[in-house]
Every structure is written in structure tokens, then in C-alpha cells.
Nanobody, 125 residues
Framework: QVQLVESGGGLVQTGGSLSLSCAAS????????MGWFRQAPRKEREFVAS????????YYADSVKGRFAISRDVTKNTVYLQMNNLNPEDTAVYYC??????????????????WGQGTQVTVSS
């Protein structure tokens, strides 16, 4: 089991920036990748970004490319999401997730085994 604790998030105006972090504990030696997803009201949970633990390869949703940056600190078992140039469409609960097995691309919900509790990001217009 891997436990995930997210921090960051909050309220920001359009064009602003926020940073999220997610610390993993437990069986972290099994980590293949970590990622961020988000879910807006009445919408499906969607992929935002992920990072492969071994070589830091990154994957992004088209909607956030060029604005968001994911990074990791393997010594702290922590993943970060820097979000810039935010707009109201980015408003959602953001979830951290960990993948415990190999995958070609870490973009689907099915690739991730454990999830954080979520943190709210609200972007006002």
C-alpha cells in the first residue's frame, strides 16, 4: 500500500499560478510513476500530467501543455505540479496518484493504483 498526501491548491485569479505537491509513504519502492488528475463538478476524472519515476519522462494533457509542469523528488517520494497561467476551466479537485506497475504511457486512470484525497483548485475570472 502507498499512502498519498496532497498539499497546495486554493483560490487564484485568472492568469495566476499555484503549486501542488504530493508526498508518498508506505511501499514507495514499488513506484513506477506518479501523476495528477482532476475532476470538475459533473465531469469525469481526467488526466493532467504524469512522470515516470525511473527517468523523469513526463506526459501532459493537451489542455495543460506549456502551462503546467510536473516534477519529482525521488529522495522525498514527492511529486509536484506547477500550474501557471490558470483559467477558470482549470477549476477542479486535483488528485495525486501512484502507479505500481509498468505502463507504456501513464495517462489512464487504470494505470494508477492509489489515490490521494484531493485538493481543490479554484480559478476566478
Amino acid at each position: 500500500q502507498v499512502q498519498l498526501v496532497e498539499s497546495g491548491g486554493g483560490l487564484v485569479q485568472t492568469g495566476g499560478s499555484l503549486s501542488l505537491s504530493c508526498a508518498a509513504s508506505g511501499r514507495t519502492f514499488s513506484t513506477y510513476a506518479m501523476g495528477w488528475f482532476r475532476q470538475a463538478p459533473r465531469k469525469e476524472r481526467e488526466f493532467v500530467a504524469s512522470i515516470r519515476w525511473s527517468d523523469a519522462s513526463t506526459y501532459y494533457a493537451d489542455s495543460v501543455k506549456g502551462r503546467f509542469a510536473i516534477s519529482r523528488d525521488v529522495t522525498k517520494n514527492t511529486v509536484y505540479l506547477q500550474m501557471n497561467n490558470l483559467n477558470p476551466e482549470d477549476t477542479a479537485v486535483y488528485y495525486c496518484a501512484v502507479a505500481l506497475r509498468w505502463s507504456l504511457y501513464y495517462k489512464g486512470v487504470e494505470s494508477f493504483a492509489s489515490w490521494g484525497q484531493g485538493t481543490q483548485v479554484t480559478v476566478s475570472s
